[in-house]
């Protein structure tokens, strides 16, 4: 039988899902918000575990969503929406119909055994560049993205978006700068630190075979102390 379309913005969903814009329900409840046909899709294909996907049926007009939602249906729970719900959930303009509610994954070290190459940043402050990171990564072809020391959360809207998709394909570890360096040094990988103030020319640089690019924050940029193994403008 075909669900009942939720006209209410007082809807429970609804307000559960309005609420996943805050990052204290985020990490209270392990649930993010993924806006969107292309970053829907990214994370049906990639099967990650989707609570709900609530669509509007006026405004997911494409083919390809149609597509999405038979797919999807496989794995998740469809809930369709009035225009006016999804528009009061959405943050784009002109929203493209459809959101998911999707379970957070936390990787741990040392479920990456496959990585050989990858960036890390201590401290992120912006969830923009944490996006954009993790898609440069992607074209890259790099296995990793490591977040050390806290920071801007992984599941804001705004890095979510900025990944285009990169989220679902590529692991991210959440840890401390401490234990991420016992980690490198354990896997033998070369360091390798972003300075504004180091002597070596990156355009001469060679890496070793596995390597990982080290970015302190948009702010303070990497502590004074040594810590990486090759230090490159």
């Known amino acids: 039988m075909d669900k009942s379309t939720i006209t ?6 609804i307000k559960q899902a309005r609420a996943l814009r805050q990052r204290k329900e985020r990490m209270e409840t392990g649930l993010f918000l993924v806006e969107g046909i292309h970053h829907v899709g990214e994370a049906v294909a990639a099967n990650w575990e989707i609570q709900t996907i609530l669509y509007a049926p006026d405004m997911l007009a494409s083919d ?3 597509q999405l939602l038979r797919h999807a249906a496989l794995q998740a729970a469809l809930q369709p929406v ?3 719900v999804m528009e009061s959930l959405a943050e784009k303009d002109n929203p493209q119909g459809i959101l998911a509610i999707v379970g957070q994954k936390r990787m741990q070290l040392d479920e990456l055994v496959s990585v050989r190459t990858g960036a ?23 296995d990793a993205l490591f977040l050390l020391d806290g920071g ?11 990944s285009m998709g990169a989220l679902f394909s590529k692991p991210v570890a959440q840890t401390t700068f401490a234990e991420f360096m016992d980690w ?18 990156y355009r001469n640089f060679r890496p070793k075979p596995s390597w990982l690019l080290l970015f302190g924050s948009e702010q ?7 810590c990486a193994d090759e230090p490159v403008p």
Request: glycine share 12%; no cysteine.
């Open 82 to 84: 009035s225009a006016q």
């Open 64 to 66: 390809f969503g149609r």
């Open 8 to 13: 209410s913005l007082s809807n429970p969903l």
């Open 120 to 142: 890390a940043v201590v401290s992120p402050q912006d969830p923009g560049n944490v996006g954009t990171i993790l898609r440069t990564l992607d074209a890259a072809g790099a």
């Open 220 to 226: 303070k940029g990497l502590s004074p102390e040594p």
């Open 152 to 162: 801007v959360d992984l599941y804001h809207p705004t890095s979510v978006r900025a």
């Open 184 to 201: 490198k040094k354990r896997g033998g990988f070369q360091l390798i630190g972003t300075s504004a103030h180091a002597d070596s020319d």
